[in-house]
């Protein structure tokens, strides 16, 4: 069973800090790496995809990705309540058409 | 431009029937994917269509399926319902097989 894992949280942390989420993949072959943002009642939104090791940027958001220890993660700087939500993190292996998420982990934002 | 839309919003129905979503894709998108999204098990993959095809289908009974109209429009059926299925059905659409999956604002089903 290829399984992603994520902390369920609830990760709680103050209005302008840096938020740090972290995902941990099983399948090798995964070769696509996505955080999506939900609100509560809501639906999934594409914050950041990533491809490649490194780090991509995106404004506040950057998407780390390291292949050999099978670990993604989405760093989110100055930190707004608005970013309340739960996070997915999500993989594709290549050639597939379906992606694995993660159950999400919880982010609260302190004012 | 337009997102994914998805129709109805809300359904109720009662253990046994069956039902029918819609699912719009973005303009251009011809990949059409579905999600169940459940407190318990989170989002789990039901198929995805490309050009009319089923291209896979996730671990889901055959009472679960699903279809693309040439318009790139798609729809899920579910016969028989369980209370089981009481769940978030989410549509996704795509360009194609690297792009990032767009979901709509999905249908909300309670079975009773």
């Known amino acids: 069973q290829k399984e992603v894992e994520q902390n369920s949280g609830p990760l709680s942390v103050p209005e302008g800090a840096i938020a740090s989420l972290n995902c941990t993949y099983s399948d090798r072959g995964s070769q696509s790496f996505f955080w999506y943002r939900q609100y509560s009642g809501k639906s999934p939104e594409l914050i950041m995809s990533i491809y490649s090791n490194g780090d991509k940027e995106d404004g506040r958001f950057t998407a780390q990705l390291n292949k050999a220890s099978q670990y993604v993660s989405l760093l989110i700087r100055d930190s707004q309540p608005s970013d309340s939500a739960t996070y997915l993190c999500?993989?594709?292996?290549?050639?597939?058409?379906?992606?694995?998420f993660g159950k999400g982990t919880k982010l609260s934002v302190i004012p | 431009k337009a997102g994914v839309t998805q129709t109805p919003r809300y359904l109720i129905k009662t253990r046994g029937q069956q039902v029918t979503l819609s699912c719009s894709p973005i303009?251009?998108?011809?990949?059409v994917s579905w999600y169940q999204q459940t407190p318990g098990q989170g989002l789990q993959f039901l198929f995805e269509y490309f050009s009319e095809t089923q291209r896979n289908k996730g671990n889901f009974p055959g009472r679960f399926s699903g279809r693309q109209f040439s318009n790139s429009r798609s729809e899920m059926n579910v016969s028989t319902l369980e209370l089981g299925d009481s769940a978030l059905y989410l549509c996704a659409s795509s360009l194609g097989d690297d792009s990032p999956l767009h979901f709509g604002n999905g249908t909300r089903l309670t079975v009773t």
């Open positions: 999500a993989t594709r292996r290549a050639g597939s058409y379906q992606l694995t």
């Open positions: 303009s251009g998108h011809r990949s």
